[in-house]
């Protein structure tokens, strides 16, 4: 296995990799002889996530020829900026800090209210109305004021230093005494502010302004708190106690009154807000009113709010001026109206300090007594007397403090990206490394063909061969990567491999007896075994069998006898393993497409092992020659991406631990034996030569002499082109019937034209891909069925435009968000042929 590392900035590198099961720290330390980059200053992310040591490739689920992404860590190292900055910025703040403390509040007077008024404050988060007192009346100490003293000298020395300024900047030609000082002086500034850029003071930036009522502040005391509520208020921000109350009957359209609501609960009772009338209901118990509620310091209008009465109605006061108050008017005023309700804190016990309750008391003992030393859980928000808790706790805790049913163990908590959750242990545990071979890496690819497609796959021709068997899956020619039978029992067979499993098969090349599957025992993971048992006609077997162009499927078996091409076409499959049996006709390394082949019956037997085997006589019926038969195309072999570079390394590495070791020539030998492919054996170590063998060393000699290559350097035979390449390939052409589908497709002639450059460049097979790739559908991943070519030139399923446009609700193109309402769109049946021609079957059971 191998797979790709990325640096940025420089191009992949492919690294070998000896198994599935080869854990993060194992690769960290391939990384780091490969790339001098220690292993702490790794960061390796795949798939979007960070790999961390103690897992393994297989649990990353990391295939074949895989990206992943290699940063270096970089070590930080502190500035002397960086350290001289730290302590300024903490000055800054302390001293912001004690300016707000140093605020020095200067009593004044006000027309509108005076000291003792009883008042209604606005609350600056809600919006709500809190009654109160006001205890004092200052001025803001960020205003500046005409009629205030001047503090420590400020303006007197702008004065020396505009003076002083006038000297220096004072123009020869202006220095006549006829000149106004002010003038001079106004000259001055200007030139001093822009040459010396002096800093200001903050009382030469405020502009000065009379005292007034708007710009003077209150400071109130809040009825409901008991310490000193230290609240400044604006006169925007208070107004007089709401004192008289309305009749639900005597409110006016339009009027703005204060009333009770719970925006939280509205049928508990809450806060006070301001709330204009717009229409009055009359219910069966009481009044709903329908209008505008004010929310927020800015008082928000919430618009068609229905507020249920189930308290007072108060009209809303207005200040009468100081001067303008008689005596009735100031014992009115002085006398604390009946307390406005507020809303409740418990909903459960209402309040009522001797009921038990464990949402306002204790969780544990009901208890509400000694509140100050309950304690709240930062997680579930419950209370708990410090006493009750096991341990007790004997002082407040200064951090967040969890319940004993919230708290987390420290050691459970796994932080992000740390770890992987174990989703099931495994109850018996094995060292055998399982993850070593190409029938482990998993698919790197799709083919975009259906898996149910009987017949040819387009763009796979006969002949062509790949090195492993999960290449056959990936190209979509052979989908089960074990299974030997591909197919249905209720729709058929779509292909098979000869591979030399069973002793029954019999191959004639066009021609051949396959033995049917099952009949063993594959119990402890096995994948073969000897047969055991009788064969069923069942799944698999059932499946093939449904091949055969008889009415039905019979348990004595069926002949089609002269009728035997109307049967469902089969894919067919040779591994180089049937060179034991019928060397003939096998390939010499790898698998080989063969064509497409019928069965012509099918019948149960008794076979070699003395058990019941259902056999089929499958006949070819393809128009292009095997490839055994002279004038067929012969093809290189596919090996898959980046596999003959890693072999080509793993083949360096072992050569550079053999010299690191120091050993000797035959086990050098050995280990060369051992690197070859699997199609060539092994010969023994010890056996005398023979004639013949020292004939053979000698053409090999001449053989490298003719290559320039060293004697002592062995290529194996994977990376020497196969000899079927040395023949000229035929140049794949496309046939007269896709060639007109292609040209009558004109609104994607851009898009066919790239397709068509490849063809000739690169081959069919090339073609084929490209146009999968370039006539995929966005939505769903996969060649457009029915597609539909919008005004935008991009092309999708008809199915799957039509759902894009309910799910998002606006008929715009998914790719590019033109608007497409105006558009008539209707399937492309000009490329709907195209793809059909060259993709024969792609659309097959798709709507």
């Not at 020829?65 to 070590?75: H, S």
């Not at 790949?466 to 197919?487: A, D, K």
């Not at 060369?672 to 060539?680: K, R, Y």
């Not at 068509?756 to 991943?781: R, Y």
């Amino acid at each position: 296995m191998h797979v790709r590392v990325r640096i940025f900035g420089k191009p992949d590198a492919i690294v070998v990799v000896d198994s599935k099961l080869t854990k993060i720290e194992q690769f960290r330390r391939i990384i780091r002889d490969k790339f001098d980059v220690e292993t702490k200053l790794q960061r390796l992310f795949y798939g979007g996530k960070l790999l961390e040591d103690g897992y393994t490739f297989h649990d990353y689920n990391i295939k074949l020829n895989d990206v992943i992404q290699l940063m270096v860590r970089a070590q930080p190292v502190e500035s002397h900026d960086e350290k001289t900055s730290e302590p300024q910025h903490n000055e800054e703040k302390s001293s912001e800090i004690s300016e707000d403390k140093e605020k020095v509040y200067k009593d004044t007077e006000s027309t509108l209210y005076a000291v003792g008024d009883l008042i209604d404050m606005k609350d600056r988060e809600q919006g709500a109305w809190f009654e109160g007192k006001i205890v004092r009346i200052v001025l803001d100490p960020d205003v500046q004021y005409e009629n205030e003293n001047k503090e420590c000298g400020s303006l007197d020395n702008s004065d020396i230093h505009d003076k002083e300024s006038d000297l220096e900047n004072k123009p020869p030609s202006d220095s006549s005494e006829e000149e106004t000082k002010s003038k001079r002086k106004g000259i001055a500034k200007f030139f001093t502010k822009a040459a010396k850029g002096r800093k200001q003071t903050k009382e030469m930036k405020v502009e000065k302004v009379k005292v007034t009522n708007e710009n003077i502040l209150y400071k109130v005391q809040l009825d409901a708190d008991e310490e000193d509520s230290d609240l400044y208020c604006k006169l925007k921000e208070i107004r007089p106690r709401a004192r008289k109350e309305i009749n639900i009957q005597d409110l006016k359209l339009g009027q703005t009154v204060m009333l009770n609501h719970n925006t939280d609960e509205p049928l508990e009772k809450g806060y006070w807000y301001d709330f204009k009338v717009e229409e009055v209901k009359k219910l069966r118990v009481n009044y709903e009113l329908v209008g505008t509620l004010y929310l927020g310091p800015d008082s928000v209008p919430q618009n068609d709010t229905k507020v249920r009465v189930h308290d007072k109605v108060f009209t809303i006061e207005q200040p009468v001026p100081v001067v303008e108050r008689n005596e009735e008017y100031r014992k009115f005023i002085s006398e604390v109206p009946e307390k406005r309700s507020q809303p409740l804190n418990c909903l459960k016990c209402r309040d009522d300090e001797d009921a038990p309750c464990k949402e306002c008391g204790c969780y544990l003992c009901l208890g509400k007594e000694s509140p100050e030393k309950i304690v709240l859980c930062d997680e579930c928000n419950n209370g708990f007397h410090m006493k009750c808790l096991t341990p007790p706790l004997t002082e407040l805790p200064e951090e967040d403090w969890y319940c004993p049913s919230c708290k987390r163990d420290p050691s459970d908590v796994i932080a992000p990206g740390a770890a992987k959750q174990t989703k099931k242990t495994n109850a018996s545990k094995t060292n055998r490394d399982w993850g070593r071979g190409m029938a482990c890496v998993g698919k790197t690819k799709t083919c975009a063909m259906p898996p149910n497609h009987f017949g040819p796959i387009p763009g796979i021709e006969v002949g062509m061969c790949w090195r492993f068997r999960i290449q056959l899956s990936e190209s979509g020619v052979h989908r089960p990567p074990v299974s030997g039978i591909h197919g249905r029992d209720v729709e058929g067979a779509y292909s098979i491999v000869l591979s030399g499993g069973y002793e029954d098969d019999v191959d004639n090349g066009n021609e051949f007896t396959y033995t049917g599957s099952g009949g063993r025992d594959l119990s402890g993971n096995k994948r073969t075994a000897e047969q055991s048992c009788d064969q069923t006609l069942t799944r698999e077997n059932k499946a093939l069998a449904r091949n055969c162009a008889v009415k039905e499927v019979s348990e004595k078996g069926a002949d089609a006898q002269d009728a035997w091409r109307q049967g469902k076409p089969v894919r067919v499959v040779r591994s180089y393993k049937m060179l034991k049996h019928f060397p003939k006709y096998a390939p010499k390394e790898g698998i080989r497409y063969d064509g497409i082949y019928k069965v012509v019956k099918y019948y149960p037997e008794k076979g070699l092992s003395g058990y019941r085997v259902w056999k089929y006589l499958l006949r070819r019926d393809d128009p292009s020659p095997a490839p055994w038969e002279p004038g067929a195309k012969q093809f290189p072999i596919v090996y898959p991406d980046g596999y003959l570079e890693a072999e080509a390394e793993k083949k360096a590495l072992k050569e550079k631990s053999s010299k690191g070791k120091g050993n000797n020539k035959k086990r050098a030998l050995r280990e060369s034996n051992q690197s070859s492919t699997e199609s060539e054996a092994s010969p023994p170590l010890k056996k005398r030569k023979t004639r013949e063998d020292k004939k053979a060393e000698e053409n090999k000699k001449k053989d490298t002499t003719k290559n320039s290559v060293s004697p002592k350097t062995k290529i194996p035979s994977m990376f020497t082109r196969s000899p079927r390449s040395n023949n000229k390939r035929e140049e794949n052409v496309l046939t007269s019937d896709e060639k007109e589908a292609i040209d009558s497709d004109t609104l994607n002639s851009k898009l066919w034209g790239e397709c068509l450059d490849i063809c000739e460049k690169q081959g069919k097979k090339e073609f084929i891909e490209h146009v999968t790739q370039v006539f995929l559908c966005i939505i769903c991943q996969e060649v457009a069925v029915s597609p539909v070519t919008t005004p935008c030139l991009h092309n999708f399923c008809m199915a799957c435009l039509r759902l894009a446009f309910k799910s998002t609700e606006s008929q715009n193109c998914p790719c590019c968000r033109q608007n497409l309402s105006k558009a008539e769109l209707q399937p492309n049946e000009n490329l709907k042929t195209a793809l059909r021609a060259i993709l024969t079957g792609y659309d097959a059971g798709k709507k």
